[in-house]
């Protein structure tokens, strides 16, 4: 409720509710909201009491949890240290060099 969609360009309304057609399975012949391609249409409402059926493609839309893991992954990815292998050499050049001291 509340969000508002562009149902042909420069047109934006406000919904107002959401119809999903879920209660049939397909076996029963009335209209579904899932097809096999994962196509999903709804109804949506809005304020100025006009209707639009609405049909988008399911895997375009990220589940919530996995666009948090997602998110959480990639802040994990760029948040890691970064070990120098530069640093690493000069580390072990200074072990040699104390060493060949003794």
Known sequence: QG???EVATGDFRTVTSWEF???SGGQDGK?????DRGDI???AHFTDGSTAVLKTTAWAVPEPASAGLAFI???MVQLRPV???RNDCQANRQIVVA???L
């Open 3 to 5: 969000d508002q969609i």
């Open 21 to 23: 057609a879920s209660t």
């Open 31 to 35: 209209p579904r909201g899932l097809n």
């Open 41 to 43: 249409v709804v109804t």
């Open 73 to 75: 992954f990639a802040a």
């Open 83 to 85: 070990r120098s292998r």
């Open 99 to 101: 060493n060949n001291e």
